[in-house]
């Protein structure tokens, strides 16, 4: 029978057939429809209307009527959908559980490799919830889960004191969308983000507890990651963040003043937010189209910027033009 995965037993679902076909039916005249005895159809019909499945009017005998299949129906498959979705979860604690249980039984064991792009997935998540004080990470592409599905949760953890220290690769700032719709928002909510023109890996390193290093050995998409737990990698890892931290570039906020911008000088003559994001793109690294995808520019709008960004400061070159800026103390 279709309906047992909802956890219908099969004299259930014949009683609620014939139910849905003989409205406002009596136990006595849904038995022979449905080959059961009286008494095992009033059963059915009593589990029925527990369930949600049936309705049952007043007087003698009692009269019973199908609730609308769509509604009805529904209702069992997202109460399974959520039973299930305990169930994952129940499964990712355990997961995480075994995995400290391997830990503690083989403490030389300082990294797991996963191969499931739902186990990374789950990882991620896992680790960034039980988060703390602290994440940091290098992003770029590719991506297991849509970039910014996480904004939401990144922005509650922010809001109770896990800061996110985040290095953007060039190709992550030039994805399609995701400065104005995910870069930008995590920034405002209170993410340190900067920029580099190419990063290594892909990293999260989590309250200098445990970092995951998702990677691609195929030419799409992530296959495997490595879970690294507290060890002297956890220790290289880190000291590769905080040296590529120093080298990035900070990401200027839209609608910022200079006093909320670190490092910016206040003297007058200093350039708009707009002139600061791109100075910081260029220093990046990124190419003019990227630099349009980015600012939701056209190209030829983004190159007559930098022309005349060029012009003002008086040089000939992209690397003259940061160089000038930064002693500026514009980026």
Known sequence: MA???????EETERV?????????????????????????????LSGLVKQGLATRATGRPPRFTAVAPDVAVNALIRRREQQLDDARSQVHRLMEAHREASRISSPDLAVELLTDRADISAAVQYLTTQAQHEIRAFDRPPYVDRPGSGLDEQIKRQRRGVAHRVIYD???????????????PSANAGEQARVRTELPLKLVICDSRVAIIPFSSAPVGQSAAYLVKRSPMLVALESLFEAEWERAVPLPLPGRTPAAQPGLATAAGEPDQETKSLLSLLAAGLTDAAIARAQGWSERTTQRR?????????VETRFQAGLIAARRGWL
């Open 306 to 314: 930098i022309h005349r960004l060029m012009s003002q400061l008086g």
């Open 16 to 44: 609620y057939t014939v139910l849905v076909h003989l409205p406002n039916a009596t136990a006595s005249e849904l038995a022979g429809a449905g080959e059961l005895s009286v008494a095992a159809t009033a059963r059915q």
């Open 170 to 184: 060039r190709a992550a700032v030039a994805w399609p969308g995701r400065l104005a719709d995910d870069i930008l």
């Open 3 to 9: 309906f047992h995965v909802l956890g219908l037993a």
